[in-house]
T-cell receptor, first 114, second 111 residues
Framework: DAGVTQSPTHLIKTRGQQVTLRCSPKSGHDTVSWYQQALGQGPQFIFQ???????QRGNFPDRFSGHQFPNYSSELNVNALLLGDSALYLCASSLDLTSGNTIYFGEGSWLTVV | RKEVEQDPGPFNVPEGATVAFNCTYSNSASQSFFWYRQDCRKEPKLLMS???SGNEDGRFTAQLNRASQYISLLIRDSKLSDSATYLCVVNTNTGGFKTIFGAGTRLFVKA
């Protein structure tokens, strides 16, 4: 049973570029959340997808957008990259968070913006 | 005020010591609570859920005090392998369901 998988694991982008990160949830999970974790900080909630719709969003600008596909996999897109977007991006999946189920993380995508 | 606040770290303790981490949350309607462990440059992993009745898993004990909006994690007989960052996590459902992480408390266990 595969856990949460993310790709790519590491990438380097230039300021102003766009990036797409991908996530496949744990088998049986229908809810995907994305988090940004800067060095020395806890994960910050970006947004959550359920049934292919953004159900909840954190305090992130519109440059951050996402999508969930019918197979529950998800993408995170960041446009007009800034140096401050450099961070570990974590995808987490669960079985319908509203029931308080535990979330499981992928290994993350390390993004460096230069 | 942050939604979830944790003890500032780092905690430096010798092997065998008992160490306690504290966490407070601001939303009284929060529904579920967890402790996650994060090793350096790795993803967070669930350590244990936290219940009002308290729960224990080997050397680890978690407690929840809803009246005080306070969560704790106690680690007994610390091992070198316990060195990590411990994240307090709170699920809330006010204006939509969210999982909120504390900034984490770094623990160093030394020989």
């Amino acid at each position: 049973d595969a856990g949460v998988t993310q790709s790519p694991t590491h990438l380097i982008k230039t300021r102003g570029q766009q990036v797409t990160l991908r996530c496949s949830p744990k088998s049986g999970h229908d809810t995907v959340s994305w988090y940004q974790q800067a060095l020395g900080q806890g994960p910050q909630f970006i947004f959550q997808y359920y049934e292919e719709e953004e159900r909840q969003r954190g305090n992130f600008p519109d440059r951050f957008s996402g999508h969930q596909f019918p197979n529950y996999s998800s993408e995170l897109n960041v446009n007009a990259l800034l140096l401050g977007d450099s961070a570990l991006y974590l995808c987490a999946s669960s079985l319908d968070l509203t029931s308080g189920n535990t979330i499981y993380f992928g290994e993350g995508s390390w993004l460096t913006v230069v | 005020r942050k939604e979830v606040e944790q003890d500032p770290g780092p905690f430096n303790v010798p092997e065998g010591a008992t160490v306690a981490f504290n966490c407070t949350y601001s939303n009284s309607a929060s529904q579920s609570f967890f402790w996650y462990r994060q090793d350096c440059r790795k993803e967070p992993k669930l350590l244990m859920s936290v219940y009002s009745s308290g729960n224990e898993d080997g050397r680890f004990t978690a407690q929840l005090n809803r009246a005080s909006q306070y969560i704790s994690l106690l680690i007994r007989d610390s091992k070198l392998s316990d060195s990590a960052t411990y994240l307090c996590v709170v699920n809330t459902n006010t204006g939509g369901f969210k999982t909120i992480f504390g900034a984490g408390t770094r623990l160093f266990v030394k020989a």
